[in-house]
């Protein structure tokens, strides 16, 4: 029995059913010696790989014995995107609303209506992409939303529309209306958490014109411009900014606008983050005395 077991757990990344053994005792047993340990309910995994996230998720997907899939922050993780879980995170998993399985500490199971279409990622089968973000919205960190969802959308073939389509499906989500908005603005062309930062906090509300973003001139592109008084709003995040390489081509490049007519002004990440007010303040006066000229 011990090399059927030791056979078993070679091919299924040390992880067992009591369904894949011939004797119901073998896995108890195992677990008694301190071999193995139950995971979920009627899950084994080796003892010294219980952490290993893989691990984690192969015994998940085995507790819903092809009834359901990875979902949420835990597929987001599988699809690699950029999004990677804190250690030993619940791991999410969606069935049918038909499949009634006991809780089990450390899995988190969701039941949803639409489930349906699943992918294999990495040998583990996972929603599709578009559906782990959304669902995941809620679960995110605050700071973190935002650059989670440009990662996708601009390095990943997903779109902002069909995330807004999926969005649809899931009606009760908690914080929608905030998602909807920042798949608006990707849609209009906000590339960075910096400029989406901007766009929800600074450069919005009473008094702002509407402002043209990611707009071409001269074979660059503006992060945000005001076509009728001509100035261009640049906003300088420190990764691609704070060098002196960085700051010789911001010059040549703003000496090359003003010779079009195109006032640019700059605000830093620091100063954005800690100064929205003052800097919506500020980008109204300049506006204010362009139109006056």
């Known amino acids: 029995m011990r090399s059927e077991l030791a056979r078993l757990l070679a091919r299924q990344y040390g992880v067992a059913r009591h369904e894949d053994v011939s004797k119901p005792w073998i896995l108890p047993n195992a677990a008694r010696a301190g071999k193995m340990v139950q995971l979920f309910p009627g899950v084994y995994v080796e003892k010294q790989r219980r952490h290993e996230e893989h691990v984690r998720r192969v015994a998940a997907l085995r507790y819903v014995n092809g009834r359901g899939a990875l979902s949420h922050t835990t597929a987001l993780a599988v699809w690699r995107i950029g999004w990677d879980e804190p250690p030993r995170a619940p791991i999410h998993a969606t069935v049918p609303p038909p499949v009634r399985l006991p809780g089990a500490k450390g899995l988190v199971l969701h039941r949803h209506r639409g489930f349906g279409e699943t ?40 779109t902002a529309a069909a995330v807004t389509r999926r969005l649809a499906e899931t009606p009760k989500l908690a914080g929608a209306a905030e998602l909807r908005r920042v798949l608006r603005l990707l849609a209009a062309g ?11 906090n600074v450069f919005t509300g009473p008094g702002m014109p509407p402002l043209l973003r990611q707009y071409p001139v001269a074979g660059y592109r503006l992060d945000l411009y005001a076509e009728r008084e001509r100035v261009a709003f640049e906003l300088d995040g420190a990764k691609f900014h704070s060098g002196k390489v960085e700051r010789e081509r911001d010059l040549r490049r703003d000496a090359t606008l003003a010779a079009l007519g195109i006032q640019v002004v700059r605000f830093t990440y620091d100063r954005l983050m800690s100064e929205p007010d003052e800097v919506r303040r500020q980008v109204l006066a300049i506006l204010a005395a362009r139109r006056s000229r």
């Open 119 to 158: 992918l294999r990622r990495g040998g583990l089968t996972v929603v599709p992409l578009d559906e782990a973000l959304v669902h995941s919205w809620p679960l995110l960190p605050d700071s973190q939303r935002a650059g989670v969802v440009i990662s996708l959308i601009t390095g990943h073939d997903l």
């Open 190 to 200: 906000c590339h960075s958490p910096l400029e989406l930062w901007g766009a929800l």
